[in-house]
């Protein structure tokens, strides 16, 4: 479930009946990971397989990911994108 504020989107994702919510947002079919507070048109979020879907909290996080070999969204977290 998503809802748009202002032009930012945050992705509330229910688990076993708690609610997780998440800054950062991996692919784990294209191996990029997205800042939603920076989301642009371009990410195509909205496209993601709701399977591939790997909800992120924290920078550390994503710092873990990016060391296993994902990148950063050239549109929205273009400080730990490769190219």
Known sequence: ???NLN???????FIRGGI???RYLANRNTREIHD???KQKNCKI?????????PLESI????EYIKAGYNG???????????
Not at 7 to 13: A, C, D, F, K, S
Not at 46 to 54: L, R, S
Not at 60 to 63: A, C, F, N, S, T
């Open 1 to 3: 479930m998503s809802k």
């Open 20 to 22: 997780n919510m998440s």
């Open 36 to 38: 939603l507070t920076k």
């Open 60 to 63: 550390e996080q994503v710092k």
């Open 7 to 13: 032009n930012r989107e945050l992705y509330i994702i």
């Open 46 to 54: 909205e496209e993601m397989n709701p399977e591939h879907k790997i």
């Open 73 to 83: 969204c050239a549109w929205c977290l273009t400080e730990y994108n490769t190219g």
